[in-house]
């Protein structure tokens, strides 16, 4: 995995980019790496029915539906992108779908006249198990975004670490006399009639008018 992110960012790079040394932890909560794995797991199954669909017919005793075991490896490829998106929720239920697929389809192969009943009986056993975990994993990862997006109600909070009744208390008691203001300037000294020696000299420089 960290092999592959390091090639993406090596072929995303623009020429003048700095270089990536070393990442650093994902941010990833551990419901999201699963949702992942599981679109790893698409690939890799997916690759083997696409490129080798005779091995599984002939495992199962379906032979002849290659072309169908092709389709649902398509399909797996389209699930393992979705699981590797932001939209990991997608991919896990579109599994889930599949699998359902997947057991309807091997239902057809569980027969008495077929030499590989109990290798199709193995198979269905191993994907309701898979579709049970891609719907957990699907549900866990919408809840998971769900409660993210949810605007968050703090109308509750103050601000103060003790609470409002206590940071009250305590600014009501008796201020100590360095915490005090300076006294108004006006309060300060008394008003009289007198001008300042600037004032008197543009007064005088100032012809009254007639």
Known sequence: MPMLTRLTQKIA??????????S???????????????????????????????????????????????????????????CLSTNSDVG??????????????????YRDDNPKK????????????????????????????????????FSDRSGFPKGVEYSRGKGAGAIPDAFQTAPKAAEASEVSGDATPAAKAMKGAVEPVE
Request: aromatic letters at 6%; hydrophobic letters at 50%; a positive charge.
């Open 13 to 22: 790079r623009s020429p003048g980019d700095p270089e990536v040394i070393e």
């Open 118 to 153: 109990r290798n199709v009986a193995v198979a269905m056993a191993a994907v309701a198990g898979i579709a049970v975990l891609d719907a957990a994993v699907g549900w866990a990862i919408r809840d998971l975004h769900r409660r993210k997006s949810e605007p968050r109600d």
């Open 24 to 82: 650093g932890p994902s941010s990833l909560k551990p419901i999201d790496r699963a949702g992942r794995m599981l679109g790893w797991a698409s690939f890799g199954l997916g690759a083997l029915e696409l490129f080798a669909p005779k091995v599984v017919t002939r495992w199962l005793g379906m032979e002849g539906k290659e072309g169908l075991v092709r389709a649902y490896g398509a399909r797996e490829f389209g699930a393992g992108v979705m």
């Open 92 to 109: 896990a239920f579109a599994r889930a779908a599949g699998d359902g697929l997947d057991l309807a389809t091997l239902a057809t192969a």
